[in-house]
């Protein structure tokens, strides 16, 4: 069995998806994102929004859709793009867990999620939404988010500190992925952190960004399928933590490597 880009949390603790599997969500998240954005046309008008400046980018790594930087036009049938995800190769493809990180935004931006979350609570996303999460094993029957989607819901603030302060649970998932970051960092990464080097913070984040998901540092094939997307919190969370002593950092809503 084949463990595709959801990786977060220990390593007991994985999403793991055969090839059929993940083709078949992707369509299925692909298909979704297709219904918001273009219901009764072939383009969007994303205003330069970063939800749908990611949504562009998850489109063109298709080879679906072209951007003028404040419009994207469908180059492709929607049925096409749909296919696509069941049937080219699957290096061809965007990787799954980020076609998730362009779908969670979207909805925030757009869409339905929750307001205010708090560890335990359930999760009230639109009922597509919810079922399809709850079909990948990220949500429980009663629509509870597992270790791994309570990261991916900090990752894009839909959890927050209250009063300066994480969630109990929060902020042990947070420690643990610091640990794992740092357990196989590039060196370029951890000169940065460990202050060995004269670059900014941001360029640490920002190298994460494009080489990093939930712990994982990614291969040159996982890169290829990466969708990069500037607004997550994560990567900032982490670089700030590793050179502030350890304590766990926030990112305010929209901060942007």
């Known amino acids: 069995m084949r463990i595709v880009s959801v990786r977060i949390g220990n ?39 970063s939800a749908g400046e990611a949504l562009s980018r998850c489109l063109h790594h298709l080879g679906a859709a ?6 994207t036009r469908l180059s492709m049938p929607k049925d096409w793009i749909r296919n696509k995800a069941r049937l080219a190769k699957i290096t061809e493809l965007p990787a799954l867990a980020d076609v998730l990180e362009v779908l969670l ?4 931006q757009y869409g339905t999620v929750p307001l205010d979350y ?20 990220l949500l ?4 509870r988010p597992n270790d791994d989607f309570l990261l991916m819901m900090t990752n894009h603030h839909l959890i927050k500190p209250v009063n300066g302060n ?20 590039p060196y370029e990464y951890t000169a940065v952190v460990q ?7 941001t360029w640490a984040a920002g190298y994460m960004n494009k080489r990093w998901r939930y712990g994982t540092w990614l291969s040159q094939q996982d890169i ?34």
């Open 11 to 49: 390593e007991d603790h994985h999403v793991n998806f055969n090839e059929t599997d993940e083709r078949k969500y992707l369509a299925l998240m692909i298909g979704l994102l297709l219904e918001r954005a273009f219901p009764d046309s072939s383009e969007f008008e994303h205003q330069c929004m």
């Open 66 to 71: 072209t951007d003028d930087g404040w419009f």
């Open 195 to 201: 202050r060995r080097c004269e670059r900014p913070l």
């Open 140 to 143: 429980s029957r009663t629509s």
């Open 105 to 108: 935004p979207f909805e925030a």
């Open 224 to 257: 290829a399928r990466s969708i990069i997307y500037h607004h997550s919190a994560l990567p900032t969370i982490v670089t700030n933590t590793l050179t502030d002593g350890g304590n766990t950092v926030f990112v305010p809503t929209g901060y942007r490597q």
């Open 166 to 185: 994480w969630d109990a649970k929060i902020e042990v998932l947070l420690q643990n992925l610091v640990v794992k970051t740092m357990d196989s960092a």
């Open 118 to 137: 708090r560890a335990g609570q359930r999760v009230d996303f639109a009922s597509d939404l919810s079922a399809l999460l709850r079909q990948m094993g």
